[in-house]
């Protein structure tokens, strides 16, 4: 009994510590937002393929590394608190797709200035 709760224990202190030096040498994993990602977010939602989590994870997630996708985040909320349906066939009404669309044509005017 006692040796059993010793290996358990001294197992349990292996698993932590290889955890551990594991995410010293390769660092913690992180989820950063990019400009891609919500360009992929706004095509799946303007073609009706995009999910309710798909919206969640994008709404609820911070973006505190780059001022301009913080503010792009908050246009796409401003936008969702009036015509965000959610559930339906397509999760936002007619009026917040062609508002979404107008975001998704300046994120991709923007990406043919900088090539």
């Known amino acids: ?38 360009v992929k977010l706004l095509e799946l939602i303007l073609s009706g393929q ?5 919206w969640d994870v994008f709404a609820g997630y911070p973006i505190r590394h780059d001022a301009e996708l913080e ?3 908050q246009r796409c909320l401003d936008i969702a608190e009036q015509h965000y349906t959610g559930g339906q066939r397509a999760l936002f009404s007619e009026e917040g797709l062609a508002e979404l669309q ?14």
């Open 1 to 38: 009994m006692v040796a059993t709760f010793l290996m358990t224990l001294a197992l349990a202190f292996v698993v932590v510590l290889v955890a551990l030096l594991l995410f010293w040498k390769f660092g913690v994993p992180f989820y950063r937002v990019e400009k891609e990602n919500i």
């Open 71 to 73: 503010r792009i985040q």
């Open 102 to 115: 107008k975001i998704l044509d300046e994120l991709n005017a923007e990406s043919n200035e900088n090539q």
């Open 50 to 54: 995009a999910t309710e989590s798909d």
